[in-house]
């Protein structure tokens, strides 16, 4: 497949006329990274962004006092470290690779040029960004109001969207990133998980989740069942 092809699978640019995809194609630079690289740190210039071709990356901030905070994960067909590159500031946070990941990079300079030049490329991003701030306010949301079982299931829900096989799930960061990108422990965790499987609502098998019941899953995330 060539970058075009790839570029055309990718939401943020679908829709596009084949010669703004070539136009895309043209300053777009694919990198690969091994599983652990850092791509960027909170600091660094926003010198462009990306898009994840293969693999998944996590956002996530480091406290004073050491600890990391996921605020996102990244799949597939993603966009990261866009904000920077429209208010030409700094990256606000890290961005490291939690499996051997491809991207394709965008420089800003290029990536703007080409903005000015073909609208229609940024009322793409803006409906993009626009969705991402609606998941930004459904995690305050969840993080806020909702138990710990129910900010669960709502995040295995949206990984089955991000997966081809939505019933079967990988969770490509331990326990303990999980746990603390729920607002929780790792013991509460694994208590949710256990009493989860119990009920018959995933099964756990290894670093994979089944889901079984999505209906049930969809109750504890939306209140309306207590687990």
Do not use: W
Not at 36 to 59: L, N
Not at 95 to 110: G, Q, Y
Not at 149 to 173: F, I, V
Not at 204 to 217: F, S
Request: aromatic residues 8%.
């Amino acid at each position: 497949m060539n970058l075009v092809q790839s570029l055309e699978q990718i939401p943020l640019f679908e829709g596009l006329p084949p010669n703004q995809l070539s136009d895309l194609a043209s300053i777009a630079l694919e990198k690969t990274y091994k599983k652990g690289t850092t791509i960027f740190s909170e600091g660094d210039p926003g010198d462009g962004f990306y898009v994840v071709k293969e693999g998944r990356i996590k956002i996530f901030k480091i406290s004073s006092e050491g600890k990391e905070q996921i605020l996102h994960v990244f799949g597939s067909g993603e966009p990261f470290g866009e904000a920077p590159v429209f208010e030409g500031r700094r990256f606000p946070a890290h961005a490291e690779t939690l499996m051997d990941t491809v991207c394709i990079f965008f420089p800003r300079k290029s990536f703007t040029d080409l903005i000015s030049k073909n609208p229609s490329l940024a009322m793409n991003m803006l409906g993009v960004l626009s969705r991402r701030l609606r998941r930004f306010a459904a995690l305050v949301e969840d993080l806020s109001l909702k138990e710990v079982p129910g900010r669960l299931a709502a995040y295995l829900l949206y990984l089955s969207e991000t997966e081809s096989n939505r019933s079967e799930l990988s969770l490509d960061m331990a326990k303990g990133q999980l746990a603390g990108m729920l607002g929780t422990i790792p013991e509460t965790l694994s208590r949710i998980l256990g009493k989860m499987a119990k009920q018959g609502h995933i099964q756990v098998i290894g670093p994979k989740i089944k889901l079984i019941d999505l209906e049930g899953l969809q109750e504890l995330a939306d209140g309306s069942k207590r687990l």
